[in-house]
């Protein structure tokens, strides 16, 4: 079992920044990729970044590019989600997920992580 607690989330003004971040316990860290998800009130939950399980390669949806930086510190059992210039429409419950990384790839699928954080809300005032 992996244990993923998200913290960070919060109110921030439009072109504001927050720093998201999800401490991992339970198994080795290093053996899992990691994603950042959002779900928004009535739309899916949509894959925002991930990263592979040394931190080498990275993703990012379109809308975050350029504005969102994710990394990790596999030392701290922590993955980040800087977000900056955050707009309206950024505004969901963001959570990380865990991946069991048998390949040195990110993953694409909400159905490839095998854990899940509780969410935190992040809400961006226009």
């Known amino acids: 079992q992996v244990q993923l607690v998200e913290s960070g989330g919060g109110l921030v003004q439009a072109g504001g920044s927050l720093r998201l971040s999800c401490a991992a316990s339970g198994r080795t860290f290093s053996n899992y990729a990691m994603g950042w998800f959002r779900q928004a009130p009535g739309k899916e939950r949509e894959l925002v970044s991930a990263i592979t399980w040394d931190g080498d390669s990275t993703y990012y949806a379109d809308s975050v590019k350029g504005r969102f930086i994710i990394s990790r510190d596999n030392t701290k059992n922590t993955v980040f989600l800087q977000m900056n210039s955050l707009k309206p429409e950024d505004t969901a419950v963001y959570y990380c997920?865990?991946?069991?990384?048998?390949?040195?790839?990110?993953?694409?699928?909400?159905?490839?992580?095998?854990?899940w954080g509780q969410g935190t809300q992040v809400t961006v005032s226009s």
């Open positions: 997920a865990a991946a069991r990384a048998y390949y040195t790839v990110v993953y694409y699928y909400a159905r490839d992580y095998e854990y």
